[in-house]
């Protein structure tokens, strides 16, 4: 069954190379958003996985499971790498996989 409240797209930005000035495409194999929801209510979800994260509170391979109005999702945030492999503080990415409903299982 298809969730309404959740879309899930591939993304193909085509830019320009900031130093060889050369046409260059970026891919990203999956992106998900809610719909519906508010700006406020996706930086709170977003902020509040974010303090789970830093703590490694509930998180498995950058993901945090949770169950929103009978449906199942993996939250997925992705922090930015530093140099030494650590991740930093700046959020690179935050969006749900859907991953089906609890009622009717």
């Known amino acids: ?3 309404p409240y959740v879309v899930t797209l591939q ?9 060889s000035n050369l046409p260059v495409e970026l891919f ?4 998900c958003f809610f719909i519906g929801t508010s700006p406020e209510c ?3 979800m977003g902020t509040v996985a974010y303090y789970e994260n830093l703590a490694n509170y509930k998180f498995k391979d950058e993901k945090r499971r949770t169950t929103i109005n009978g449906a199942k999702y993996d ?3 992705y922090r ?4 030494d492999g650590s991740r930093g503080n700046y959020i690179r ?5 859907y991953l089906g409903n609890t009622y009717g299982s």
């Open 11 to 19: 993304m193909l930005w085509q830019e320009q190379d900031k130093r």
């Open 75 to 77: 939250l997925a945030l």
């Open 42 to 44: 996706e930086m709170a």
């Open 80 to 83: 930015n790498v530093e140099a």
């Open 93 to 97: 990415s935050f969006y749900p996989i």
């Open 1 to 3: 069954m298809e969730n």
């Open 28 to 31: 990203k194999k999956k992106g």
